[in-house]
């Protein structure tokens, strides 16, 4: 997914660009708002997924910026700001932001966050395209309208969270989830006392597809889906 990262400040901009890149995103900075609002304008790149907007900005206001993003496109709209009060916050999404991260924030939350937006939103407007309706990896086939999974052609039965599990991290091959994110999208509660119940999951995953490399651990994160080579 390709995201628009609007901040004045070169450093943080940096660090933020590396840790986005490290989850699989491809990150055009923009350091003010004409650059933004020029990095919108239509060209032969794939569409922004989501925009990172620090409200912060040397020659524009950004809630200015945001409402005027808001005119050119749908891409959804994560306002980074160090506002903390409830006023600005309200005042952001009335302008179209969807939703709004004050600094300083966790970097684990800013990625949920991200993935959240970005689900929420519908492929139609900004891109025409259509909805991926299966999901080809390797041996494996995932029909998301019928959730039906098969490997090498045989068809797999998998429990409703089995397949939410599997979907969820299918869509972003290579991409790691964080354990929160992923008990927040497929169980939708929070981590705590949940983590046992996703180890589980994977487990058995790995078991019925018979193909314990396809969901990989990454250590003290979370887990990403490795494409297997074809049979």
Known sequence: MRLLLVED???VAAALSAILARHGFGVVHARSGEEALHALLPDDEEPFGVILLDLGLPDQDGYEVCGKIRKRTTTPVIMVTARADVRSRIHGLNLGADD???K???TG???????????????GEDTGAIPAVALHLGP???????????VAGTEIQLTRKEFDLLALLAQRPGVVFRREQIISE?????????GRTLEVHVASLRS???????????????????VPAAA
Do not use: F
């Open 9 to 11: 400040d070169n450093r």
């Open 100 to 102: 709004y991260v004050v």
């Open 104 to 106: 300083p924030y966790d």
């Open 109 to 123: 939350e800013l990625l949920a966050r991200i993935h959240a937006v970005s689900r929420r939103t519908t492929t």
């Open 140 to 150: 494996v086939e995932i029909q998301l309208p019928t959730r039906r999974v098969s």
């Open 186 to 194: 497929v169980w939708q509660t929070s981590w705590e006392g949940t």
């Open 208 to 226: 019925k597809l018979h193909l314990p490399a396809l969901i990989e651990t990454v250590r003290g994160v979370g887990y990403r889906l490795v």
